[in-house]
């Protein structure tokens, strides 16, 4: 069992910078793919990005590529999301996820989740 808390959400401007962390509990935080979702109002939840147990490898969604970037510190439970040249597209429910496939880019294969941060971009 994995528990996950997100902070680091909030209000900033289009073009500012933002960073999520997500703390996880238990001993085993190393083993899981650890990834990030969203969810807008009146959309799908999607896939932002994901990083393997080891953090050598990361995937991203098309959408965020060269703004977002996903790391991880193993010794301190916590995968983190950097959030740069935000936009107003960005503004949505940030979910951080646990698992155990590779790249873990839908739904079906997170086995925990966060209670979710609220990130909302003004124009």
């Known amino acids: 069992q994995v528990q996950l808390v997100e902070s680091g959400g909030g209000l900033v401007q289009a073009g500012e910078s933002l960073r999520l962390s997500c703390a996880a509990s238990?001993?085993?935080?190393?083993?899981?793919?650890m990834g990030w979702f969203r969810q807008a109002p009146g959309k799908e939840r999607e896939f932002v990005a994901a990083?393997?147990?080891?953090?050598?490898?990361?995937y991203y969604a098309d959408s965020v590529k060269g703004r977002l970037t996903i790391s991880r510190d193993n010794a301190r439970n916590t995968v983190y999301l950097q959030m740069n040249s935000l936009k107003f597209d960005d503004t949505a429910v940030y979910y951080c996820?646990?698992?155990?496939?590779?790249?873990?880019?839908?739904?079906?294969?997170?086995?925990?989740w966060g209670q979710g941060t609220q990130v909302t971009v003004s124009s």
């Open positions: 996820a646990a698992g155990y496939n590779w790249p873990m880019s839908g739904q079906q294969f997170v086995s925990y």
């Open positions: 990083i393997t147990g080891t953090g050598i490898s990361t």
């Open positions: 238990g001993r085993t935080f190393s083993r899981y793919t």
